[in-house]
């Protein structure tokens, strides 16, 4: 089996900062995802990207970039966090489509992000 | 537009008893469907998914989901609920492509 890590778990930041999320998986899959999740609410996805150097937007995308240098790795950057803002990012992969078990997603245990 | 739908954002059933959670898909063709379970302060764990073929699936600790295509429906059932059930919900397809859409969420409470 694999497993998709996510760091750092816990991220305090101050308004205005900009703050990255690293996501590695080594299941060799080929899409990645970044969801975020509020309390109490669904996951909307930010970004995910399909290979190596592709992204694609999601419904949530302003505020955020992102990054696929490798297969096995998706970095999450907030570029302006906002004071108060709260929420988990949740990193998932999947095999690629057209694949047995496309679509099926494989989640990291979230990273947790706290703007004061 | 493509989208998931789950109308109850809470349910409360009692220890013993049968459940069912609501989900519903909005999308002209067939998507893949899941159903992930995320217990407190965790990640998301797929429970079962459905691609073709039987309608009725089966999934880990005794869930079952019944695709209907006439109705745009995936919902999950169990015939008997266990405290440790407890836990949040997710209806999630896989349309036309990469993207995988997720409902809001069905809290679901079990009471002793």
């Known amino acids: 089996g694999g497993i998709i890590t996510q760091t750092p778990k816990f991220l305090i930041g101050q308004e205005g900062q900009k703050l990255t999320l690293k996501c590695q998986q080594n299941f060799n899959h080929d899409t990645m995802y970044w969801y975020r999740q509020d309390s109490g609410k669904g996951l909307r996805l930010i970004y995910y990207?399909?290979?190596?150097?592709?992204?694609q937007k999601g419904d949530l995308s302003e505020g955020y970039d992102a990054s696929r240098e490798k297969k096995s790795s998706f970095s999450l950057t907030v570029t302006s966090a906002q004071k108060n803002e709260m929420a988990v990012f949740l990193c998932?992969?999947?095999?690629?489509?057209?694949?047995?078990?496309?679509?099926?997603?494989?989640f990291g245990e979230g990273s947790k992000l706290t703007v004061l | 537009a493509q989208s998931v739908t789950q109308p109850d954002a809470r349910v409360t059933v009692s220890e013993g008893a049968s459940l069912q959670l609501r989900c519903k898909y909005s999308?002209?063709?067939?998507?893949?469907l899941f159903w992930y379970v995320q217990y407190q302060r965790q990640g998301l764990q797929l429970l079962l998914k459905?691609?073709?073929?039987?309608?009725v699936v089966q999934g880990v600790n005794g869930f079952e989901a019944e695709f209907s295509k006439s109705d745009s429906s995936f919902h999950l059932r169990k015939a008997s609920v266990h405290w440790s059930d407890s836990a949040v919900y997710f209806c999630?397809?896989?349309?036309?492509?990469?993207?995988?859409?997720f409902g809001d969420g069905t809290q679901l409470v079990v009471k002793p």
């Open positions: 998932a992969s999947s095999i690629g489509r057209g694949r047995p078990d496309t679509g099926q997603l494989y």
């Open positions: 459905y691609y073709s073929g039987d309608p």
């Open positions: 990207s399909i290979t190596e150097n592709d992204l």
């Open positions: 999630a397809a896989s349309m036309n492509n990469n993207r995988i859409f």
């Open positions: 999308y002209s063709g067939t998507p893949y």
